[in-house]
């Protein structure tokens, strides 16, 4: 049975969303600004236990969205048992600096054990794989679409019964069908909604 609640969550303020964004957006893999880190710690007291305790944490492998969900969720690693695993389908829907993830060596090397990388296979040497914005992680609207079913797919197919996923307002837009034949956004999108899985 799929999930009962799937939680969109968009990470914190990041560097690149500084101004002058038109330089900052080709920032690599930035990290969170001190406002998005409070922005993090401020969501641990203003949301439920249901959005607090799922059953899994997942996250787009980019550097602000594991620390928003290190931030978001730090009651929860602080044993060391759990982690948040990084779902490649989930990054971001350009091809720009600020939204290319770093490889996973050196996520490894930042995150140690924080981070399960299972599914970041094969991104050094195949050539579509999830970090080259090519195949489905073009930053198109065939691929978008195309990567935003294999998302909604690979979560109805998982067992847990309340799932977060931190990850991007815009790629986020097009996981829940909110956007135009132009790839426009349709609608405002909220810090955490619930997404039917079709």
């Known amino acids: 049975m799929p999930p009962t609640r799937i939680h969109l969550i968009r990470h914190g303020q990041g560097h ?3 101004p ?3 330089k900052n ?3 690599p893999d930035p990290v969170l600004t001190d406002e998005g880190i409070s922005a993090c710690q401020a969501f641990r007291k203003n949301h439920p236990a249901s959005v607090l305790n799922p059953d899994l944490i997942c996250a787009s492998p980019l550097t602000r ?3 928003t969900a290190k ?3 730090s009651d929860r690693f602080e044993s060391g048992k759990e982690q948040i695993l990084l779902i490649p389908y989930a990054q971001e829907a350009t091809d720009l600096p ?3 993830g770093s490889d996973r060596k050196v996520l490894e090397g930042e995150f140690g054990a924080l981070i399960d990388c299972g599914l970041l296979v094969g991104e050094e040497s195949e050539e579509d794989g999830w970090r080259s914005s090519k195949g489905i992680y073009a930053p198109s609207h065939e691929a978008l679409r195309a990567r935003a ?3 909604r797919g690979w979560l109805a197919g998982r067992e847990e019964k309340e799932v977060v996923v931190v990850g991007h307002g815009q790629f986020w837009h097009w996981l829940t069908g909110e956007v135009d034949a132009e790839g426009k956004q349709t609608s ?3 810090s955490v909604c619930d997404l039917l899985i079709d």
Do not use: G, M, R
Request: hydrophobic share 35%; proline share 4%; net charge negative.
């Open 16 to 18: 690149h969303q500084l």
């Open 188 to 190: 405002e999108f909220l």
């Open 149 to 151: 079913k294999a998302l």
């Open 25 to 27: 957006q080709y920032l």
């Open 65 to 67: 969205t594991i620390q």
């Open 71 to 73: 931030y978001c969720f």
């Open 98 to 100: 600020s939204d290319t």
């Open 20 to 22: 002058p964004t038109e």
